[in-house]
């Protein structure tokens, strides 16, 4: 298979003293609108943390997505909620 070259644009060539920059396509990602996140570290055995990333991606779900459904669960379980 033959390497495509990529065609030059002007917003890819730099000339010294010309060189305008591609604001539209580096412009800054939207920010997520969601709650912000805060990180929670604890340690657990490779083993649980095998299982419950293996259960995250059959399910297809991020680990703090599991963790929320398994909180909310828990405290369901419980009587909490």
Do not use: I, Y
């Not at 419950?52 to 059959?58: I, K, P, Q, W, Y």
Request: charged share 30%.
């Amino acid at each position: 298979m033959a390497k495509k070259n990529a065609e030059l644009t002007p917003g890819l060539v730099a000339v010294k003293g010309k060189a305008t920059p591609d604001t539209a396509s580096r412009a800054p990602e939207p920010t997520p609108t969601g709650p912000a996140s805060a990180p929670l570290n604890f340690k657990v055995s490779p083993q649980f943390r095998r299982r419950f990333r293996e259960r995250a991606a059959s399910a297809d779900l991020k680990l703090n997505e599991l963790l929320r459904e398994a909180l909310d669960a828990w405290e369901e379980k419980k009587g909490l909620r």
